[in-house]
């Protein structure tokens, strides 16, 4: 088993192709510059020092310097030891609208991050619970299995947008019945469902799926973002507002919060409803709701006693840095007295 202890650092591989773009950047201007003074061929032959081979190979050592190094910042590393551990914990799973309706900026930078936010925040606070996430519009599909890896939950997390489920909407029920098929079986009595929505449920059956939940022992807490007067959705273009979403009529696509919805379906399962607001969206109050839970223990196997790696990719870069140092660009003696020799024989 295996794991980077500062993944983050995988963001300094985009200089790559930066480096690669100045690269070829520059071969081209020598040889620009070389056509200025005559024809290519006879200009080169009168400078028989220089080896583009080599200014080539110095670039791709270079590059695998940088690699090494990189990789030696993130540090690789290795466990030697698995062992079984016991917790106790609750099962739950959020279920986060990604419908369009959320990137209204009625909360800021909009709904959808702000609850990323806010969410990112809960799993730093949990204890030994298993966490899953659900992402859904007018369809629902699991974006994260039931884990207790809270790393691989922020990275999941990190990745959610409105451009993940095709079908637009907001469909509750299916997200709901989405969850529940989550759990798997076993006892009910540990499990709960988060729900983050603005609540513009367009489909009947999310009701009827909260009333299947409650006679499963499944508590559904939800958490309402948005206001209730509404406000326009944004018309996002590279990440910038461009606009407002309109109808086929050409008015302005208006999305208000419906909490009347959220409301019947958390009380149906003795969950609790809460309003998102900038100060708090409410993660905090749901938090507080599943102590009641019933813990139960949970088993897993996970590796300990972690050992780095990254002395080997050190000195892989050390390495690379020290050959790319001593390799001059100049054509080697050795080489040019073997090319007069070759022409010579000719």
Same mark, same amino acid.
């Given at each position: ?60 050592? @270079?590059?695998? !310097?940088?690699?090494? %190094?990189?990789?030696? =910042?993130?540090? $690789? *590393? ?6 079984? #551990? ?25 709904? @959808?991050?702000? !609850?990323?936010?806010? %969410?990112?925040?809960? =799993?730093?606070? $949990? *204890? ?6 659900? #992402? ?211």
């Amino acid at each position: 088993m295996f794991r980077f202890e500062n993944p983050i650092f995988f963001y300094a591989f985009i200089a790559l192709p930066v480096m690669l773009g100045i690269f070829i950047w520059y071969m081209y201007s020598i040889k620009r510059k070389i056509k200025k003074l005559g024809e290519y061929g006879l200009v080169k032959s009168l400078i028989p020092d220089t080896s583009r081979t080599k200014k080539i190979t110095k670039f791709v050592l @270079l590059c695998l !310097a940088m690699c090494s %190094l990189i990789l030696a =910042i993130c540090n $690789l *590393q290795t466990g030697n030891k698995l062992q079984e #551990v016991k917790r106790e914990g609750a099962d739950i799973i959020v279920c986060l609208d990604v419908s369009n309706s959320m990137l209204a900026q009625d909360l800021s930078p909009n709904r @959808l991050e702000r !609850a990323k936010f806010a %969410l990112e925040k809960m =799993i730093d606070k $949990l *204890q030994g619970d298993r966490l899953g996430i659900i #992402v859904f519009a007018g369809e629902a599909y699991v974006q994260l299995p039931i884990t207790t890896d809270y790393t691989a939950a922020k990275m999941f997390l990190e990745s959610i947008n409105t451009q993940m489920v095709p079908t637009q909407g907001t469909n509750i029920g299916a997200a709901i019945r989405k969850a529940m098929e989550s759990f798997g079986k076993g006892e009910e009595k540990n499990k709960t469902i988060v729900i983050i929505t603005d609540g513009e449920n367009h489909e009947p059956e999310a009701i009827e799926a909260a009333g299947d939940a409650e006679k499963a022992g499944i508590m559904i807490n939800c958490i309402g973002v948005g206001s209730e007067s509404g406000v326009p959705i944004p018309a996002l273009v590279n990440g910038v507002v461009s606009g407002y979403r309109k109808d086929k009529d050409g008015n302005t696509v208006v999305t208000k919060l419906n909490k009347t919805i959220l409301q019947d379906i958390a009380g149906k399962t003795d969950g609790i409803y809460v309003q998102a607001t900038n100060a708090d969206i409410g993660l905090d109050a749901i938090l507080d709701k599943l102590t009641q839970l019933d813990k139960k223990q949970i088993d897993s196997k996970q590796y300990t006693d972690y050992e780095d790696q990254f002395q080997w990719f050190l000195g892989l870069a050390l390495f690379f840095f020290t050959l790319e140092f001593f390799i001059s660009e100049r054509v080697s003696n050795w080489l040019r007295k073997l090319n007069l020799f070759g022409h010579a024989k000719a």
